[in-house]
């Protein structure tokens, strides 16, 4: 059973430089200047789990991004952890896209691609944190799907139960190929790259598809065809004052009551 | 001019730095014991990921990646273990030798298993009439018919107790001096007592001295030529001994300096971060203007080996960057202890463990003295 087995995933700002970020004021954007650029950490435990798979069942796996002609560098690491071919969905109208407008180009791409069976993402990314785009990818695709995963045991060839995350426990889910899941971190333990995978890798061309290849129309992706917009981001302030009310614990107790009702807090 | 490192350098990199982190980082009280198994596993890892093998052949199992990844990999090493750091170089350092010097039989069996981590020798050089006058060695190897006979006592010697092979260099006559393989477990090696170097009294870094006592070995066991060892040596010891001690102390520089700059940020003093007064502020200026000009001295003479010049030929480059950047660890260690106050010297804080391992640098692969006649033998001839 050879698979064909898709791994989307994003290149994001490093979560260990994050307290360096700051937004621009005016745009509401983040400022990423100086921040490097990593493949988003969920996404890499989805390319782990896409290369278990292909080892267990044979196969072949295409990673692919969507993002500026920089985003190459998660694509290429990709190849060097070794997934066998990588797409960059690279084109001026596709910047600003929200959750929608992000599902739908990787849905047409993944069209393109041609046969598929199992679509894995990372369950969320670090900068935008929605875990939106997976569900909305498979809606697209109009297959089934599930989000939290954090193990998966085929049963046949062309099923599979996957174990959901939840609180206080999880869930057992089946699932017919074709198929997509969003993966948490628990699932797997993701691969380095060997030195001879990393220079490999660094020698291999990137397919990049503009719009045209994909045949969308330039109004329905990016920030024009994103039917949500975001309209200002604020950077969170946290303020503490302190205020030491003294007397016996009875008069504290009844006192601290009266003053956290004028503030509002009861 | 490109100041810009290749994309597969940037990767390599990022893998070195995630395996240090995820590998070595939670295992390094284990490492630091003073007595135990060496750990056998972080070699077989670093030969699977290929960072033994990083500057090494391909044809001999190597992945001839360059100096300048090398020096990627020292660099990220040692900055949360110098241990392991040291090690690359002392795994990297015979295998150069042969690698580039023969004898053919080594380069097919003896390279590929080092590359794989699987099989580690070193260079059995410093006695105790010195290591950096190599020319008033005592060890000797006179020939025997098809044998040579090994005699001497050598001392300092990295991994002396787990090595496979030993790779002595010996006198064989006036002016004579041959560099030998000799396996582990041929009859006469013997070895001596443990020594106990500042950064060295750690189970994954034993030292200590080997005897050799009319120990026999086939000539072809003879790395480069008879009564021209010297040649294979120095070559070893520049591109790898000496880059390798730039290497290790730069990537300590570097920790160090971070950890200054943290712990500046995050302590108050007199209501303020203590980096809000000057004088922390131009301590940590000097530190970082250091540690920058280390790093190109460390990188540009890799580079020089990477466009193909020999070894003899950048002698003085290889020399000026082990002196700057060995100067530097010491000295930003010693300011970073300043900035960290009393915390600095406690284990706690992890200052004073750079500091230690910056010592040995000062003198490791070649004393800063002798670089410095290096450079000064250069410049006079210039």
Redesign the interface.
Known sequence: MALEIVVCIKQVPDPEQFSKITLDPVKGTIRREGIPSVINPLDKHAIEEALLIREKFSGRVTAISMGPPQAKEALQEALAMGVDEAVLLCDRALAGADTWATAYPLAEAIKKLGKFDIILCGNETVDGATAQVGPQLAEFLNIPHVTNVTAIEFTSEKSWNVRRAIERGYMKVALELPSLITVLKDINQPRLPSVIAIMEAAGREIRSWGCGDMCLAENVVGLVGSPTQVVGTFEQEVKRAREIIRGSEAEVAKKAVKRLKELGAL | MDFNF???Q???R??VR??VQ?ELAPRIPEFDEPEGEWPYDVFKRMG????V??ALPKEFGG?A?GHV?LMIAWEELAKVSSSWASNLRGFALPAYAISHYGPAWAQKEIVPKICRGEMQGNMTLTEDVGGSDMGAIRTTCLRDGDDYIINGRKIMQSRYSILDFFCPICRSGEKSYTFVIVPKGTPGIELGRRENYISAMTKTLPVGEVMFNNVRVPKENVIGEEGKGFRPVLAAVGAIGRLGGAGISLGLAEAAYEKALHYAKTRHLYGKPIIELQVIRWMLVDMETRVETAKYFCYYASWLLDQGKKVSEVAKEIARAKVVASETALDVCLKAIEIHGAYGTTPEFGVIQKMKSALDQITAAGSNQVMKRTIADAIASE
């Open positions: 290749t994309r597969e940037e990767m390599l990022n893998m995630e395996f995820k699977q990921l290929g960072l093998g990083l992945n990646m990844a």
